[in-house]
């Protein structure tokens, strides 16, 4: 799939802002005035950051309130409600916490899970499509979501949790790459389904309907990730788990520190995020010959 | 709404007989043709004359070649265009609403004045069979010609499918697979047509034809003929020999 700087940006920055304000939402941590605000800045910065960023890969970005007509069958429909009913929420929630110095704390923990809903419908845009076999799992919305909230207690400061979480985030990505190596072998599409000319023989393509290129092989068929993937894959891991990790643990943790181990894991939250679509290998590319 | 119907009152859609297409594209022209002028935005093409042109295009055809374990290979050309699937992920993913499958014939079709252009209908089509207008920043697809075949105003023979009205070989066919009695359901039947990428659980409309088996091009084992038509093909010289032979050529070359 051909990564679009806007969706790995609105999928990445959104995922640590809803993360974060999850955790603020049940209070970690319990901040009030002015603090309060800083940290639910940050989160709407990200979030909102996100979903604009989102708005720049669409055709027609005018018309992208018709977007929250059809909740009943589509993902990135139910994503917009959940997004906005989310914002809202903690908005409220925040102002009690930044100009009335009170908890509302059933505000609170709605709003932490319609952040975290929010990330799972991003996640399932993604996961229904059975057309990429790496993406159609069970072990997408599980990446998306442990990252969300391991990035969300790092962001909080919640330190002890953010070393436990982001180990385990690490470990489901490293589990979401091994399972996604093999899914499109497992899915069963490949040339003598797509064609049903394998009874006949083995099926080669042999020639492309178009001298040119097309928006199918530049949207679906993209390949120059795949040359680098194993670099990048160690990269993602290094700056996304193994460097906050060290930068946590060490003794002269302070701020600076924190701001460092930050910075390291949405860098690679950035790079898993941009090998989960440059890797992802759409069935359309078959009848191409190019899978 | 892009929730799917239980079902369609009939499921109009193509027949590709894989056995006579010839490759020649002329429904992929005829498509872009009929298409780039009616229903909708039209079809754009990018530095059409430049060094990297491109286009958006419904209909587009591969060729594939099939090596048997024995024997030559085979060509065979492939059309493709839109299934008009009876569960149409398309459909459902579209957040809008611009994305729909009819009821009353199961043709799916994009209202273009709701389509945000967000590309995720293309995401969920294994087919390849939308493709986002550059120009326009809307999604394209086969309509079935929604506007020629109820167009009162054209004859008769050309209320079907650009596509399948021009087809030199007779390789496309258009009607209601729904019907068991129709014309393209009893070709289905009789030449066991098949649904592309089954297992996607899209259950297309469009049905594909296989390739018949080809002739055995070799002569009979044993015969040393290396075509069936060798007997018929040996080289008759009815001219003249020896010494006349002779003379003819002379006289040829004064």
Not at chain 2, 193 to 207: A, R, S, W
Request: glycine share 8%; net charge neutral.
């Amino acid at each position: 799939m051909h990564p679009a700087p806007s969706v790995i940006l609105f999928s990445s920055l959104s995922g640590l802002g809803f993360g974060l304000l999850a955790w603020l939402g049940i209070g970690l941590p319990a901040v009030t005035g002015w603090v309060a605000f800083v940290f639910f800045a940050l989160a709407y910065l990200l979030a909102v950051g996100g979903l604009i960023a989102s708005m720049f890969h669409l055709g027609h970005p005018e018309r992208a309130l018709k977007a929250f007509t059809q909740w009943r069958s589509s993902w990135l429909s139910r994503e917009a409600w959940a997004s906005v009913a989310a914002l809202l929420v903690m908005a409220a929630y925040g102002a009690g916490l930044v100009f009335f110095d009170a908890r509302w704390w059933p505000l609170g923990v709605i709003g932490a899970v319609l952040s975290l809903l929010t990330v799972l419908t991003t996640s399932m845009i993604y996961t229904q499509m059975k057309t990429v076999p790496r993406w159609h799992s069970p072990w997408t919305p599980t990446n998306f979501l442990s990252l969300s909230i391991a990035g969300g207690a790092l962001l909080a400061g919640q330190v002890n949790w953010a070393m436990l979480l982001i180990a385990i985030a690490g470990a489901v990505q490293i589990a979401t790459w091994w399972r996604g190596d093999r899914a499109l072998a497992e899915s069963g599409t490949d040339m003598a389904s797509a064609t049903q000319l394998g009874h006949i023989g083995a099926v080669r393509a042999f020639e492309p309907p178009h001298t040119g290129s097309n928006y199918l092989l530049r949207e679906f068929v993209y390949q120059i990730g795949r040359k680098h993937a194993a670099k990048l894959r160690v990269i993602a891991i290094v700056l996304m788990v193994l460097l906050p990790l060290v930068l946590l643990l060490s003794p002269v943790f302070h701020h600076l520190a924190a701001a460092v181990a930050v910075l390291c894991h949405a860098a690679g939250v950035l790079t898993a995020r941009w090998l989960f679509f440059a890797e992802a290998e759409h069935v359309v590319g078959i009848y191409y010959g190019k899978r | 709404m892009t929730t799917l119907p239980q079902q369609t009152d009939r499921k109009l859609g193509l027949v590709i007989d894989l056995d006579t297409c010839v490759g020649c594209h002329a429904c992929v022209i005829s498509c872009k043709g009929w298409n780039t002028e009616s229903y909708g935005a039209p079809l754009s093409d990018q530095s059409a004359y430049g060094a990297d042109p491109s286009g958006t295009f419904l209909n587009r055809v591969h060729s594939y070649e099939v090596q048997p374990e024995v024997g030559t290979a085979q060509l065979v050309h492939f059309p493709k265009s839109c299934l008009h699937c009876d569960d149409a992920p398309c459909v459902t993913v579209c957040p809008t609403g611009a994305s729909y499958k009819r009821v009353e014939d199961g043709i799916v079709l994009v209202n273009e004045s709701d389509c945000i252009g967000c590309g995720l209908c293309a995401w969920a089509c294994p087919y390849g069979a939308r493709e986002m207008d550059v120009a326009e920043g809307v999604m394209k697809k086969c309509t079935l010609c929604v506007d020629r075949i109820y167009n009162e105003n054209l004859p008769e023979e050309d209320r079907e499918p650009a596509c399948v009205r021009t087809c030199p070989a007779n390789a496309r066919h258009f009607g209601d697979l729904a019907d068991p009695d129709s014309a393209v359901s009893q070709l289905v039947a009789e030449r066991g047509g098949v649904d592309l990428m089954p297992e996607q659980g899209t259950k297309p409309v469009n049905k594909y034809l296989p390739p018949r088996a080809r002739d055995q091009l070799q002569g009979p084992e044993g015969s040393g003929e290396i075509d069936v038509l060798a007997p018929f093909l040996a080289p008759v010289d009815t001219g003249p020999k020896g010494f006349l032979r002779w003379l003819d050529r002379t006289l040829e070359k004064l």
